[in-house]
């Protein structure tokens, strides 16, 4: 099957409130309660995967006022939740339901599994109510509901089931992965012909959504207050407003308020809201550097997200590796390399030095932290880029780089995929060890 550009910012781009694990958590809560007649709500029991498990522990969730955790993201669902908004699930919960939640937490009335040997995403929800039981599962996708039952009876005619309908979400994604996978970078490149005035005013809409977000980060210094130190440090004199400096203040601004809690969307990039922020903000940093026009920068952040969908293909969605730095990075170094006028082969310089730089950056969780490591890997995007433009090349002959930036991209792949799995279960191990000698 032939797929286009559309389909791919269809499949791989969403506004997504909230860290998407704890909120794929909620979604599946809503749906599940969704079903109920009578919407009371005695227990909650869920199952997930490591990787949901390892991103939903600590973050912060919306409109919460910082409390956190599996548990208390799928009582917020249950309770507020509005499945229909998807990714924006917890968009209309307000101090009621997060009382509500609180209390049943508090009371022990929401159990999480962890299954430790589950490969892929998967968010199994069964809620308990008014004598009734119902069940939801997300597979594949964050948001992808795969199935809904009412007392042990399959439920198919949910609003909420259209994806499972036209060819289960999971497969979609699959299919469109392994299409990607077929193409070359000048293929890849050349997908921007595609690009309609539909295509662009979406890309536009992805650009408002993350500056609000980074423009809410430096304003208030929440989270750890990166973005907003980086400015500081700026105007004290102690460092420069270059082209990297800024792409790090924008990406981590935006990631201090996302991973804080801040009640406000990301425009998400295969499947990850700190992977859009990643995947865009570098290039809208630049433009002011440089004298381009506007259209040239909506197609640089198209290409980054074409790049991100490439790179995800083989790393899967979640990983050991911090897909901000390998994936959104490699999206980000090639938008920037676009946007500066440069080469296909320069586009393939720069992922290649990016990838030699950040390959080992490791996943252990989405948390405050995180806005470190996406300025980090927006500041290496815009310096790969320029490197590469100024004819620095990492050589093939380097550890994982290959001969081409596909087979770069591979081999990252590879080592996500094979050779970290002990080092993801490790990862888990570790912060499983600490949350529980805080008890």
């Known amino acids: 099957m032939t797929y286009t550009v559309k389909d791919i910012f269809k499949i791989q781009v969403a506004p997504a409130l909230g860290c998407t694990e704890p909120v794929a958590i909620a979604l599946g809560a809503a749906a599940a309660v969704s079903l109920l007649p009578e919407k009371e709500i005695d227990d909650i029991e869920i199952w997930v995967d490591p990787n949901i498990y390892k991103n939903g522990l600590a973050v912060s969730i919306p409109g919460t006022g910082g409390l956190s955790g599996l548990d208390m993201a ?24 997060v009382s509500a939640a609180k209390k049943m937490v ?43 039952t009412l007392d042990g009876r399959a439920v198919t005619d949910s609003e909420l089931l259209p994806r499972a309908k036209a060819g289960d979400g999971k497969s979609r994604l699959a299919d469109l992965e392994a ?13 921007l012909d595609d690009l309609d005035d539909e295509d662009l005013k979406f890309l536009e809409s992805g650009v408002e959504v993350n500056m609000r977000l980074a423009d809410y980060g430096l304003k208030h210094g929440c989270g ?26 924008l990406a981590s601004s935006a990631a201090d308020a996302r991973m804080s809690g801040v009640k406000l969307p990301a425009m998400s990039s295969a499947g990850s809201g700190n992977h859009g922020l990643t995947a865009i903000l570098p290039i809208v940093a630049i433009e002011k550097f ?22 995800k293909a083989y790393t899967g969605r979640l990983s050991a590796i911090c897909g901000c730095s390998v994936a959104a990075g490699a999206g980000a170094t090639a938008g920037v390399t676009y946007l500066m006028g ?31 490591k996406l300025a980090t890997a927006a500041g290496t995007a815009v310096q790969a880029a320029l490197f590469s433009l100024q004819g620095v090349n990492v050589s093939f002959t380097d550890g994982i780089i290959g001969r081409s930036p596909e087979e770069t991209m591979k081999n990252i792949g590879t080592l996500t995929t094979q050779g970290m799995i002990e080092t993801d279960r490790t990862i888990l191990n570790i912060m499983l060890e600490k949350q529980f000698s805080d008890l």
């Open 74 to 97: 799928s009582a917020l669902g249950a309770f507020g939740g509005d499945p229909v908004l998807r990714l924006e699930v917890l968009d209309p919960v307000d101090d009621t339901a």
């Open 106 to 148: 508090e009371a022990g009335r929401v159990k999480v599994n962890l299954l430790r040997d589950q490969v892929g995403l998967l968010i199994k929800t069964v809620v308990n109510g008014g004598g009734h039981a119902v069940e939801s599962v997300i597979t594949g996708l964050h948001d992808n509901i795969v199935s809904l």
């Open 179 to 191: 299409w990607l996978k077929d193409l070359t970078l000048d293929q890849l490149i050349e997908l």
């Open 224 to 249: 750890l207050g990166v973005g907003r130190t980086l400015e500081r440090l700026v105007r004290q004199g102690l460092m420069k407003r270059d082209m990297i400096a800024a792409a790090r203040i």
């Open 290 to 311: 440089i004298a381009v026009d506007h259209r040239t920068v909506l197609e640089a952040i198209g290409l980054s997200h074409i790049i991100t969908a490439y790179v």
């Open 342 to 372: 440069g080469t296909k082969q320069h586009i393939a310089g720069a992922i290649k030095n990016l990838s030699e730089d950040l390959a080992g950056v490791i996943c252990d969780g989405a948390k405050g932290g995180c806005a470190l």
